[in-house]
């Protein structure tokens, strides 16, 4: 693709968003149906309860109509796209009824862990199974050993990196814009890397990614006038984790996403922390709630986490591209 063609599914995916995301916010406004903001999360989000949520819906609907006209366009249309847009669908429908449960029941909890980790389990096999019919090579580098050609191994390895990143962004959602912004510097990244290795097909999908992502932006940018919610972020994760994949670059989602791999530590480091010593490393966890204790403003800390993984990003860039 052309620089010009590449701006098209961008303008596409925000134009989508922008346009039928008013419309939404209004909706949700006077059916009232808003976020439930957990007890146990810092008492200044309280004035947050209420705020419509679910607002990944449309951004979400905007990249897949983006992906789809463009794929045609582009004669890109084929396997890759359809199973990278069964996860997305996949994950996002997990994320939507765990977001219907809090908000029609008016509680902070929806699908139980067990129930939604056997979600994102099948897709991840449905993933696989289409993955190795296709003629994807199973084969990873681990460093200091070298390359292991194993279909089992790398299942295992894949189903890991799908659900994990899929949690490891909903964990991270949890300022306003926050994930939008760093979701935007992380598929930008995967967009130059399909780019140098001629994958149009999954250029495509991130550059549809990034025009929704900046459309919804312009909305859940604080003061968040809507929340994307689970049905947005686990989308997000899962599709991130299979770009990574669909390109063969596993490893890049360390440093690439390495915002959403330090917000899962802190909470995994958090737990494991009080549960043998009976002390909190942070103040609260995942650890841009240990900032905001810390007196950081949100803002602050969306953009010095964007700035990270746009510097991480570029690292990658630079020395593995």
């Known amino acids: 693709m052309q620089l010009a063609q590449m701006l098209i599914p961008?303008?596409?995916?925000f134009v989508v968003t922008v346009m039928i995301l008013p419309l939404f916010i209004g909706?949700?406004?006077?059916?009232?149906?808003?976020q439930m903001i957990r007890e146990e999360g810092p008492k200044w989000h309280e004035k947050k309860s209420g705020t419509p949520t679910m607002g990944g819906l449309v951004f979400i609907l905007a990249i897949v109509i983006s992906v789809l006209w463009v794929g045609a366009w582009?004669?890109?249309?084929?396997?890759?796209?359809?199973?990278?847009?069964?996860?997305?669908?996949?994950?996002?429908?997990?994320?939507?009824?765990?977001?219907?449960v809090k908000?029609?029941?008016?509680?902070?909890?929806?699908?139980?862990?067990?129930?939604?980790?056997?979600?994102?389990?099948?897709?991840?096999?449905?993933?696989?199974?289409?993955?190795?019919?296709?003629?994807?090579?199973?084969?990873?580098?681990?460093?200091?050993?070298?390359?292991?050609?194993?279909?089992?191994?790398?299942?295992?390895?894949?189903?890991?990196?799908?659900?994990?990143f899929s949690n490891a962004v909903n964990l991270t959602d949890g300022l306003d814009g926050l994930v939008a912004g760093q979701g935007t510097v992380a598929f930008g990244t995967y967009a130059i890397i399909a780019a140098h290795m001629g994958r149009t097909d999954v250029l495509i999908i991130c550059l549809s990614v990034i025009g929704g992502l900046l459309g919804?932006?312009?909305?859940?940018?604080?003061?968040?006038?809507?929340?994307?919610?689970?049905v947005g972020s686990l989308a997000l994760g899962?599709?991130?984790?299979?770009?990574?994949?669909?390109?063969?670059?596993?490893?890049?989602?360390?440093?690439?996403?390495?915002?959403?791999?330090?917000?899962?530590?802190?909470?995994?480091?958090?737990?494991?922390?009080?549960?043998?010593?009976?002390k909190r490393i942070f103040k609260?966890?995942?650890?841009h709630h240990h900032f905001e204790m810390c007196g950081w403003s949100e803002w602050k800390i969306d953009i010095t986490f964007w700035i990270v993984g746009a510097l991480a990003s570029?690292?990658?860039?630079?020395v593995f591209l």
């Open 103 to 164: 908000v029609s029941m008016k509680r902070n909890l929806g699908l139980r862990a067990w129930q939604k980790l056997l979600g994102q389990l099948l897709g991840a096999a449905v993933f696989l199974i289409v993955f190795f019919r296709e003629g994807f090579k199973p084969t990873l580098y681990l460093p200091f050993i070298g390359n292991i050609n194993s279909a089992w191994f790398y299942a295992l390895f894949a189903a890991v990196w799908l659900v994990g």
């Open 74 to 100: 582009q004669h890109q249309l084929g396997m890759v796209i359809y199973i990278a847009l069964f996860i997305f669908l996949l994950y996002a429908l997990l994320g939507f009824i765990d977001d219907f």
């Open 284 to 287: 609260m966890s995942p650890i």
């Open 216 to 230: 919804f932006l312009l909305y859940n940018h604080k003061p968040a006038k809507i929340f994307m919610g689970d």
């Open 10 to 13: 961008v303008a596409s995916a």
């Open 238 to 278: 899962g599709l991130l984790a299979a770009v990574a994949l669909m390109l063969h670059r596993e490893w890049s989602l360390l440093l690439i996403g390495i915002i959403f791999v330090c917000e899962t530590a802190s909470v995994m480091l958090q737990v494991t922390s009080f549960k043998l010593t009976g």
């Open 314 to 318: 570029a690292l990658y860039l630079v």
């Open 27 to 34: 909706y949700m406004r006077m059916k009232k149906e808003g």
